[in-house]
């Protein structure tokens, strides 16, 4: 069974900018959450999907947003890039359901200059 | 608000030897907990989880053990190989939220020959 894929791999933005980052989840899976991971915050949830709704949220402004379509697949988006914003972006899935495993992607590493 | 920690850093582990990696909560809502690994610009990957209505789990050479009074889970792996050289986080996550991984900061694992 394939994994969680992430598109890209790897980004370079300028400030200001917007970036759309898409995550496939295992086949089967509806819940699709997305976190971030920076050296000075650790990884922090961002927003979860599940059946085309979001969820869950974490504490992040409303410059990230997400969405989820009929097949699962998620995307998310993050608009007027900011340099703190420089981070590995990593999506994982699930069935959605209580105390169950999150398998994650590889990430997408943005860079914002 | 930190809800979640692992206070060591770092660890160094002879090969053949025990590793033992501690965490420790705060969130008494939080009922499942999973461990996992992660190298440099990969994601992570799932190790090994348990929830609350247990005191262990085992998965070959990986053991989780939790102490919900001390609110306390530690993971072993015995015996250490130098392949478990990797930064190893611990997650949480509760019922109301379920899909919404609370991780600590991790902690830096190298096995030595």
């Known amino acids: 069974k394939a994994g969680v894929t992430q598109t890209p791999r790897y980004l370079i933005k300028t400030r200001g900018q917007q970036v759309t980052l898409s995550c496939s989840p295992i086949?089967?899976?509806?819940?699709v959450s997305w976190y971030q991971q920076t050296p000075g915050q650790g990884l922090q949830f961002l927003f979860e999907?599940?059946?085309?709704?979001?969820?869950n949220k974490g504490n992040f402004p409303g410059r990230f947003s997400g969405r989820q379509f009929s097949n699962s697949r998620s995307e998310m988006n993050v608009s007027t890039l900011e340099l703190g914003d420089s981070a590995l972006y990593l999506c994982?899935?699930?069935?959605?359901?209580?105390?169950?495993?999150?398998?994650f992607g590889p990430g997408t590493r943005l860079l914002v200059l | 608000d930190q809800q979640v920690k692992q206070n060591s850093p770092s660890l160094s582990v002879q090969e053949g030897r025990i590793s033992i990696l501690n965490c420790d909560y705060t969130?008494?809502?939080?009922?499942?907990f999973l461990w996992y690994k992660k190298y440099p610009a990969e994601g992570p990957t799932f190790l090994i989880s348990?929830?609350?209505?247990?005191d262990k789990n085992e998965d070959g050479r990986f053991t989780v053990f939790l102490n919900k009074s001390a609110k306390h889970l530690s993971l072993h792996i015995v015996p250490s190989q130098p392949g478990d050289s990797a930064v190893y986080f611990c997650?949480?996550?509760?019922?109301?939220?379920?899909?919404?991984?609370?991780f600590g900061t991790g902690t830096r694992l190298q096995v030595t020959l």
């Open positions: 994982a899935s699930s069935w959605g359901q209580r105390r169950e495993t999150q398998y």
């Open positions: 086949s089967g899976h509806r819940s």
């Open positions: 999907y599940f059946s085309e709704t979001q969820r």
């Open positions: 969130n008494s809502m939080f009922d499942y």
């Open positions: 348990i929830s609350s209505i247990k």
């Open positions: 997650a949480a996550s509760d019922t109301g939220t379920a899909s919404k991984l609370t």
